[in-house]
């Protein structure tokens, strides 16, 4: 790595430091060891930084996926050393872009510095924000500018930062890359670097490849990405369609693709599987009751209420994971709702799944009118009074990182022959299995009581309602639920031959072959032919050759 005193000559990842002392290093779980700039070190030996060790990435996913308990923390160190590995491979396989020893420097610290600003339970925090700041769109990156501009004013950093070459242009820059937004910092010539650790243009950037190999890891969730390198290795910065920006080479096109499914499938299987979802409102619930007893002090004196800090960095650096703690230690009455919800997480007595709409392409609908509507239709089912406030409705969405576009018309490709010119592919040059659409909406609708009846009449509401806007229906797969009883599929007696049985099976292994990628079909599939197997040793069930007499 570089300092102001190290020639040009020596690269990025130099064996040790000016004095000769060998870098100190981290043992990543991801990435192996990991030589650590000096510099770098004084951020990370701050508290502001060190408050990431106390901010889960996937927030109260780990009542899930007991894996999930890695941290902002190892996250951006990861983020970092991508960043790192990324710049230095353009700076040497490419030296006419003349990326500077303080532009590298610049890039890693962006990386180490991008999620300083998350809240409580990460994502968590920015939806719990939206339910009490009105109209206010806060997001956790304005939060990363603020503590990042605090760090260096309380530690005192910005001397140290010009003994490695960096000044105010410089930390403007860092603060430019941190939002992926390029002003005045750097020229459009150097706009590629921009792509590297926020990547606004496509998605593609060390952000994103850290997260799904962390998430992956930690969850045992196991998706398709997993060779960053060849990225690394297989991109230019080629001044195209009037900008300079990362391209990569053409045969990298299934790579490609394999980033974009692999975030829609994350989003689907993990960010936003439905008991995940159910949880994380549980949370927002509590931290919604709690937010005006929750108090926080700044560098004025002034007490602030938890949805206040993100105005104060030296109250927000108090406001992480613990707050949970706080509030299920505390005595005060007036936090006793938010106490009864979080028991009610931790003995898994958590508000009730009415169902969700199947995937479509898009879906129009306004939550309040929804609920009313739900709640007047189970209210006349049951006889009594369902109330409005206790359906929560959620909207899902699953795209492929920019939101409703195809990313592929944000991404150039060169070949072998020409690296200095790229173009856009299209249809066939991608494949022939581009999905006709880039973005599906789901509705997700809960009931916050232990309430069979009012459940059941929910279900059935929700079900008309979406009947009505031929939308279908989505629940745990009907064949699968009859299982659970002593009957077979679809009806069949609970005595099924072994000629229907195997069948059955064979079909279900065609249908399960013919999928193109792994989805809730092919999920589905699974499930019931491995419940088929068990219930075809259980010969008080399904008995192969017993007649149903």
């Known amino acids: 790595m570089l300092s102001a005193k190290i020639p040009p000559d020596v690269p990025l990842y130099a064996d040790s430091s ?15 060891e990991i030589a650590v700039h000096p510099l770098l070190w004084k951020i990370i030996d701050t508290e502001a930084f060190q408050r990431l060790r106390y901010i889960r990435m996937l927030g109260p996913a780990y009542f899930v996926f007991p894996g999930g308990n890695h941290t902002r923390f190892e996250h951006c160190i990861g983020v970092a050393f991508l960043a790192g590995e990324f ?6 396989r490419q030296p006419e872009l003349k990326i500077t020893k303080q532009d590298a420097l610049a890039v890693m610290i962006a990386g180490m510095c991008h999620d300083l600003g998350h ?33 260096l004013e309380i530690n005192d950093l910005k001397p140290i930062f010009k003994e490695y070459g960096l000044y105010d242009i410089d930390i403007m820059f860092i603060e430019e890359l941190i939002v992926g937004e390029r002003h005045v910092a ?26 799904f190999l962390r998430d992956c890891h930690h969850t045992n969730v196991k998706m398709g990405f997993e060779n960053y390198q060849r990225f690394i ?45 159910l949880i994380e409102q549980m949370v927002i619930d509590a931290l919604t009751a709690a937010d005006s007893y929750l108090k926080f002090s700044g560098d004025d004196g002034k007490l602030r209420k ?13 406001a992480d994971d613990t707050v949970v703690n706080m509030i299920r230690s505390s005595d005060i009455p007036e936090l006793e709702s938010s106490r009864r919800l979080l028991r009610r997480i931790f ?16 879906l129009d609908f306004e939550k309040t009118a929804l609920k009313m509507e739900l709640a007047r239709a189970a209210t006349a089912e049951v006889g009594r009074d369902v109330n409005v406030s206790d359906i929560i409705i959620i909207r899902t969405l699953f795209d492929y990182g920019m939101k409703n576009a195809n990313p592929f018309s944000r991404i150039g490709f060169f070949s072998k022959t020409s690296q200095n010119q790229a173009k856009i592919l299209e249809g066939a040059e991608i494949t022939t299995m581009l999905p006709a659409n880039w973005q599906e909406t789901a509705i997700h609708v ?19 309602w979406l009947e009505e806007r031929n939308i279908p229906w989505k629940t745990r797969s009907e064949s699968v639920d009859e299982l659970e009883k002593p009957v077979g599929l679809d009806g069949l007696p609970d005595t099924v031959g072994a000629e229907n049985y195997r069948a059955l099976r064979a079909c279900l292994e065609r249908a399960y072959k013919e999928l193109p990628q792994k989805d809730d079909t092919m999920r589905t599939i699974e499930d019931v032919l491995r419940r088929l197997d068990q219930h075809e040793a259980n010969k008080n069930r399904i008995v192969p050759g017993k007649s149903s007499e």
């Not at 000016?18 to 990543?28: A, E």
């Not at 924000?129 to 990156?141: C, I, L, P, S």
């Not at 938890?306 to 108090?318: G, Q």
């Open 119 to 151: 809240g409580p339970l990460s994502h968590t925090f920015e939806l719990f924000m939206d339910e009490v700041a009105g109209d206010r769109k806060w997001k956790h990156e304005e939060a990363s500018l603020g503590m990042f501009r605090y760090l």
């Open 306 to 318: 938890l949805s206040d800090t993100v105005d104060n960095m030296a109250a927000y650096l108090k």
């Open 233 to 277: 290795r297989g991109c230019r910065a080629i001044c195209f369609q009037g900008e300079w920006q990362i391209c990569f080479r053409d045969k990298l096109v299934s790579n490609v693709k394999s980033i974009f499914h692999t975030r829609c499938e994350l989003h689907r299987i993990l960010y936003q599987q439905k008991t995940t979802r």
């Open 446 to 464: 809960y009931y916050t009581k232990n309430d069979v009846a009012a459940v059941d009449a929910l279900k059935h509401a929700f079900h008309s």
């Open 347 to 362: 003995a898994r007595d958590l508000y009730r799944y009415v169902g969700r709409s199947a995937s479509t392409e898009r």
């Open 87 to 92: 710049v230095t491979s353009l700076r040497l």
């Open 18 to 32: 000016p004095t000769g002392s060998p870098y100190d290093t981290v043992l990543d779980a991801i990435h192996g």
């Open 186 to 211: 750097r020229p459009a010539e150097k706009a590629f670097l921009y792509e590297i650790v926020a990547n606004k243009r496509n998605g593609i950037d060390v952000d994103r490849w850290d997260y």
